[in-house]
């Protein structure tokens, strides 16, 4: 299985609009060399950006849905794009993640659970999702988790619990905190031996650097790939037979004691 993560660049100063086609571009550009696409989290408008969420708010199947199940049935790939600023008919808004088949149906839809901010920020404007979300690829089943959500392991527990075997994040983290970034997606793939796909942006967000350096993880924990922080495509190979293979050399979920389902 091959992996394309996309750390697509999101500077101030250019239109959602020419961001949406220039994702909708990378994301065609895969088409042959890799079986899923990652983006990562709010490339339309900036993780940071805040005062712009309510603006580019867009519903669902709105104009980012419609270029991005586009570009996957162009493409012929699995693309998991990343999240929006979703904006639901009751008037809430939710950062809100995508993943559409290589035929471009869309097969799930992940509202973030954990909300960063503290008292402002994304953690007023948004409302916080209620469910783990999974999906099956052929290969391999997906957990989707954003950002923040790194911080906290019992979310990648119950994706585990669900099935899943790659645990795939889209982030907009900065670059003050990009320690704390690798040393949480290596963790999370460590303790659940599972891998991590952690696709971030570069740039600039509301005058807040990004870390870039998305990252592939394998289930030991060893690094299979990781970016500058610059825009570029990560394409890292993956045995998604690796999973299982490590899950009975080092059966350590077997012995969970707290938590467990």
């Known amino acids: 299985m091959r992996a394309s993560l996309i750390q697509i660049a999101v500077d101030e100063g250019e239109s959602v609009e020419s961001r949406r086609g220039r994702a909708a571009s990378l994301v065609r550009e895969q088409a042959g060399a890799a079986d899923l696409v990652v983006l990562p989290e709010l490339w339309t408008t900036g993780a940071f950006a805040y005062e712009v969420f309510a603006d580019e708010a867009e519903p669902l199947e709105g104009p980012t849905h419609e270029a991005m199940a586009k570009a996957a049935s162009d493409a012929g790939v699995w693309l998991h794009a990343g999240s929006i600023p979703e904006r639901d008919p009751d008037g809430s808004l939710y950062n809100t993640s995508l993943v559409f088949s290589p035929s471009g149906e869309r097969v799930a839809a992940y509202r973030k659970i954990h909300r960063f901010g503290f008292d402002k920020g ?4 948004m409302g916080a999702g209620r469910e783990l979300v999974t999906v099956r690829l052929p290969e391999t089943t997906i957990g989707l988790a954003t950002c923040y959500d790194l911080r906290f392991p019992e979310l990648f527990r119950g994706l585990v619990d669900a099935g899943a075997e790659t645990l795939v994040l889209s982030a907009g983290w900065p670059e003050r905190r990009r320690a704390h970034w ?80």
């Open 122 to 125: 994304e953690a007023v404007l």
């Open 182 to 261: 690798t040393l949480l997606a290596r963790a999370r793939a460590v303790e659940n031996q599972a891998f991590v796909l952690a696709c971030a942006t570069a740039g600039t967000h509301a005058g807040v650097l990004q870390a870039g350096h998305s990252i592939v993880v394998d289930p030991w924990g060893e690094v299979l790939g990781e970016a500058g922080s610059g825009e570029e495509v990560l394409t890292v190979d993956l045995d998604p037979a690796k999973v299982t293979e490590t899950r009975e050399q080092f059966p350590a979920l077997k012995d969970r004691v707290l938590g467990r389902r």
